[in-house]
């Protein structure tokens, strides 16, 4: 009975032991991600021509240094950032995130047959950082305000253009609504980014367009833009002295862009939160604080969980904007 009771109490040993070995075996590769392994970064538009991107760019290096490995950033723009989101909402590495903008909650409302499924592929990483839009007309243009420019258009229904960088983005959707809002017929022209839609309205080939604020203001100030408005309800901290759409006469005209990281559902929540905790520390750095401050980029930051109830928050908003301006894609 000896011998019987001490070969029980040795396979429960072992046992245990075994199942020890494998638990913290497990623990430590997970706490150990990425193990030396590049993190790729998604971004939907094209390298040099979004907010977004320089966001991503700027804070790659210090991003890298916290995790201790090379970040690479992989442009995949498209389709008004379906094909970059897609990539990002499909990846199976374990090594890949994403960036996303305000196009990514438009879509939800915007876009039929999305590849993806937001709520079921996707998970919220972190809220970088936001900054204003501005509307810029060429300067041959013979307007100066939005009165004028409202003027304008109904005395020539159909022949204004408005660019923007791709259906869905931002500047897609505030030209909308400022149609819808002010009763008046703008063409609407999308472009494979920011930086061809801005290209053809400084050459005069479009009329007008919605972009961040940052791109625009130093053209604006060469006297090659004119600004007619921002549209934060109150002055952008960039450009305080130009007027808001808001004070001229649409109280409830309000837009910005917003730049988050995204990850696949599968990627584990040890890895999550390590980007998380990276993109934070990144955007202390001072260097960082001192270019996005210059640039008018307002850093954020915060938890996956607060970025998850912005992304809802955003996805209903539009929703009913979409809604009320019959908003399509063309």
């Known amino acids: 009975m000896k011998i019987k009771k001490f070969s029980i109490g040795l396979t429960g040993l072992l046992t245990f032991f075994c199942t020890l070995y494998f638990g913290l075996s497990h623990a430590q ?48 723009p498209g389709a008004g950032t379906v094909i970059g989101v897609d990539a990002t909402a499909k990846a199976t590495d374990g090594h890949t995130v994403g960036g996303v903008a305000n196009s990514f909650t438009v879509n939800q409302s915007l876009v039929k047959n999305l590849p993806y499924n937001l709520n079921k592929d996707l998970q919220p990483v972190i809220l970088m950082a936001k900054t204003a839009n501005v509307l810029a007309v060429r300067p041959g243009l013979p307007v100066n305000n939005l009165k004028e420019l409202i003027a304008y258009a109904k005395k020539n229904p159909g022949k204004l253009s408005y660019g923007s960088f791709g259906n869905g983005t931002t500047a897609h959707f505030a030209g909308e609504m400022l149609k819808s809002q002010a009763g008046i017929y703008v063409v609407h022209i999308p472009y494979r980014g ?7 309205l400084l050459a005069g080939n479009i009329d007008m367009m919605f972009g961040n604020l940052p791109d625009f203001l ?23 002295e130009i007027p808001t759409i808001a004070e001229q006469g649409f109280p409830k005209f309000e837009t910005d862009s917003w730049y988050g990281i995204v ?40 938890t996956p969980a607060k ?20 908003m399509t894609i063309d």
């Not at 970025?307 to 019959?326: D, M, P």
Request: no cysteine; charged share 20%; hydrophobic share 40%.
């Open 307 to 326: 970025f998850g109830e912005h992304i809802q928050a955003e996805i209903a908003k539009y929703a009913q904007i979409v809604k009320a301006s019959s």
């Open 218 to 240: 130093p053209h604006i100030k060469s006297g090659k833009l004119k600004a007619i408005g921002t549209t934060y309800l109150t002055p952008a901290p960039l450009a305080p």
């Open 263 to 302: 990850a696949p559902v599968g990627l584990s929540r040890d890895a999550v939160d390590k980007v998380n905790s990276a993109i934070n520390r990144a955007l202390q750095d001072p260097a960082i604080k001192k270019s996005f401050s210059e640039r008018g980029i307002e850093i954020i930051g915060g």
């Open 29 to 76: 590769t997970t706490s150990t991600w990425p193990n030396g392994q590049a993190v790729r970064i998604i971004v939907p538009f094209p390298g040099g021509a979004s907010t977004l991107d320089s966001v991503v760019r700027a804070i790659s290096p210090d991003m890298g240094k916290v995790l201790g490995v090379s970040i690479i950033v992989d442009n995949k």
């Open 194 to 200: 920011q930086g061809p839609a801005l290209t053809d």
